[in-house]
């Protein structure tokens, strides 16, 4: 092959090839990844405002230990992930909890019922050597936020149980269909947060009123 009409095209592939490295070089970096955090259920002004229990009462605060908070499982991933219809989940574009959402769920719960109930001590899962008064379960199945309608649909079943046979004393399910303030992650995790409150306070009454 005559090599004066190989030169063109060699060099037209040399011109292509740079042209695709000065347009890769040019290209937009890609934008970080959004790291989502669950907003508190109790603000800081609002846990200082707290009544504190006096060191000095003739009876000790009874004992409420927290078993378990549960949380589909479907949304126990670093994703996340909402429903986009009946049959289909899908996830936020590169948003990522910032922590194991089950986590953020169980503390932010915590928080909000220590609040509703000043007069009694909480501890979760394990209370050591104490003998709590009434322990509590909570599953949230299903805790679907809702894209086409910007809703959060939930539902709690609540279990209280007590005494030295930890016999169950109540149950009792609660549904939930809240709206978001927007179409953003950050309002999806608000409103996660808000569920967390109303059923803290739903709660509340509850174990007050439980008879071991």
Known sequence: MNTSNRRPWTRRLQVAACAALLAGCAAAPSAPPVLLNLPPAVTTGAALAEPAVSASASAAPQLLAIRRIGIPEYLVARRVRYRADTSTLAEWPNTFWAERIEIGVSREFVSALRQQLPDWAVCESNCGDLQPAVALQVEMVPMDFVRSTLRLQARARITLSGGASSRVLSTEERVYDLPAAGDSPQSHAQAM????????????????????
Request: proline share 10%; hydrophobic share 50%; aromatic share 0%.
């Open 193 to 212: 947060t808000e569920l967390i409150r109303q059923i803290a306070q739903a709660v509340a009454p509850l174990v007050q009123n439980a008879r071991p």
